[in-house]
């Protein structure tokens, strides 16, 4: 009975195009109305590499009060221990949210100043099935929308499945949760973290593994935005004489072209459909004072009449500079032009303060609104109620994000140039950091390739383009893991044994060339196991948890290689480390219980 247990968990792989991929451009020329010019820019020592980060510390001994007035922004507060800007005062008593699809209880409760969430499952009788408490080593979120948290499993990073949602002052499932059950394994990447704290120290290659300990600076600080420090304080510190009218050892952005001062902000305030890196780039090596586009590019589906763009997550950047204020100020509109990303006033403030911004470029008699239906709103003259109105967010609930839009009217439509903001170089893709008035470069053929390769699977008819793409690398031969990745993966799909033995070639050079994805280790030990070659493929499945040790699937995998060969001891080992990891994983529990069980 035992044995035939056992036989039942044959495992049987299954390839999945996940590869990333983006969109290409040819020399072109962005259409816009202000240049770029590189030849009158200070240029900012502290961008070359080698200067390294002292952290916002450093910046707060010559600058207290600035630095006193930003750690007070929602930048400043966007990540802590949980104690620190009593986000915990949030969790009174147990919260409870039930997940119905899975049949799992989720719960969020403090212990004095910690901060703890759980999970667990009944049975029909209401007896616990199993129980996992986890201490929240980071709160991720300044609170305005909401905020979340971080635990930490060894060098790994894992999203909390709880949030709280301002707003609505409740508890719920976190933003993503309410698609997939992902429960306390859902690892944070590097293109997340970079824009939630200050400087976090990511380890190799491997999805949501850090350093210890994982960040230097929590919060956004000075660096985010100024670029490193380490410079900057050498020369004040020893009084080194200016060269010049700006200290270009520090980048100063209201110094900076505007387009340049306007990148920092897309950097993380701009998403679109895709970003894509750059070859042999990381996003945790944008510098600020140059271009975005030196690091990953940001690229847009086309946007149609009958489908305009229409959340304003992570979309500041386009929604403003398709409003009518941009394009009358001749692009000279950016984002420090009303934001001074070192003060954030509170929400009586703001409508004075924001009035005072459109009243530099507009009068009061630009305003069609009667005078006295403004004096009547609270407060009185309130321009952004009207004209940069919060807006839900159809990604996120319970929250809500400003329309940059800048609208004269309510559901004003898009003007008409929203539907012409290709080029001729790249028709199906809108380039959203190209710098503007310049002539592109043709965009790297692998950054193309991760680009369709990303959206191909919300929008198929990019699949051409993705396969092209491949094509193009397999002939220059380009030594990089995801496209011999994507190579494999497309030899599996003819169904051959010629193919089968390609594949595995081209598994093997995706890991030879440093892939760390564990489906790059399934797939070619799935191979290697109906060569025969079962004791290869074991070896190739703990290669790979080594590197991931927190992927269920390649402990499922290992299992089924130990069956394979009746070694069912350590199929039991593995079997039960993985229902440690994954207490959640009700079916390992059950074919544990199964073959425990006395015999009849």
């Not at 129980?131 to 790994?156: E, L, P, Q």
Request: glycine share 8%; with cysteine; proline share 7%.
């Amino acid at each position: 009975m035992r044995k035939n247990i056992w036989t039942g968990l044959a495992y049987t792989s299954t390839v999945s195009l996940f590869v990333c991929a983006l969109a290409s451009s040819r020399s072109s020329t962005q259409k816009s109305g202000h240049a770029f010019p590189e030849r009158d820019m200070v240029h900012y020592r502290n961008t070359n590499a080698s200067v390294g980060y002292v952290g916002s510390g450093a910046c707060q001994q010559c600058h207290p009060e600035i630095y006193k007035e930003f750690k007070l922004t929602e930048m400043g507060r966007s990540m802590s221990v949980p104690d620190e800007q009593n986000q915990v005062q949030a969790v009174h008593g147990v919260i409870s949210v039930h997940q119905p699809k899975t049949n799992i209880y989720y719960q969020a409760y403090r212990k004095g100043t910690d901060f703890y969430q759980s999970e667990y499952q009944l049975d029909k009788g209401g007896e616990v099935i199993f129980r996992k408490d986890y201490k929240i080593d980071w709160v991720i979120g300044a609170g305005a929308n909401g905020f979340g948290g971080i635990v930490r499993r060894g060098k790994f990073l894992f999203e909390a499945p709880l949030s709280y949602y301002t707003q609505a002052n409740i508890w719920n499932l976190s933003p993503g949760y309410e698609f997939a059950e992902y429960g306390f394994n859902r690892s944070i990447p590097e293109d997340c973290i970079v824009c939630h704290s200050g400087q976090p120290q990511l380890t190799r290659n491997v999805d949501g593994e850090y350093k210890v300990p994982p960040f230097k600076e929590l919060a956004i600080g000075c660096e985010n935005c100024h670029g490193p420090g380490g410079l900057h304080v050498g020369e004040r510190r020893r009084a080194a004489p200016l060269n010049g009218d700006v200290d270009s050892s520090i980048v100063n952005p209201a110094k900076l072209p505007g387009w340049l001062a306007d990148n920092l902000c897309m950097s993380c305030h701009q998403g679109a459909d895709v970003r894509a890196l750059m070859p042999g780039k990381k996003f945790t090596d944008f510098r600020p004072g140059t271009p975005l586009s030196q690091i990953f590019a940001i690229f847009a589906v086309p946007f149609r009449r009958d489908n305009p763009p229409r959340d304003p997550l992570l979309q500041q950047f386009v929604q403003m500079s398709l409003s009518e204020c941009y394009f009358k100020s001749g692009g000279q509109l950016h984002c420090i032009s009303c934001h001074d990303p070192h003060i954030e006033p509170l929400a009586k403030e703001a409508p004075a303060l924001f009035r005072e911004k459109c009243l530099k470029c507009h009068t009061t008699k630009s305003c069609t609104l009667p005078q006295k239906a403004r004096v009547e709103t609270t407060p009185p003259d309130n321009c952004i109620e009207c004209h940069m109105p919060k807006q839900n967010l159809r990604d996120i609930s319970h929250s809500s994000l400003t329309n940059h839009r800048i609208p004269a009217r309510p559901n004003e439509p898009f003007p008409e140039r929203a539907f012409s903001m290709t080029t001729p170089g790249l028709p199906d893709l809108i380039y959203l950091n190209a710098a503007p008035g310049t002539k592109q470069k043709p965009v790297p053929t692998l950054t193309l390739f991760r680009a369709y390769g990303q959206l191909m699977g919300t929008h198929p008819e990019y699949r051409q383009k993705y396969e092209s793409r491949l094509d193009d690398l397999a002939k220059e031969k380009i030594q990089n893991p995801s496209v011999f990745s994507a190579l494999g993966q497309r030899e599996l799909e003819e169904h051959t044994i010629q193919a089968g033995g390609e594949a595995a070639r081209y598994f093997a050079q995706a890991i030879q060339a440093g892939s760390t994805n564990p489906y790059d280790f399934e797939l070619l030990a799935t191979l290697q196991a109906k060569a025969g070659k079962v004791q290869d493929a074991i070896a190739t499945v703990q290669h790979g948890l080594d590197l991931n040790p927190y992927s269920p699937r390649l402990y499922r995998v290992l299992t089924s290689f130990y069956v394979s060969i009746e070694n069912y001891d350590a199929a039991m080992i593995i079997l039960k480390k993985e229902l440690e990891l994954y207490p959640e994983d009700s079916n390992t529990r059950k074919i544990i219980e199964e073959i425990e069980q006395p015999s009849k």
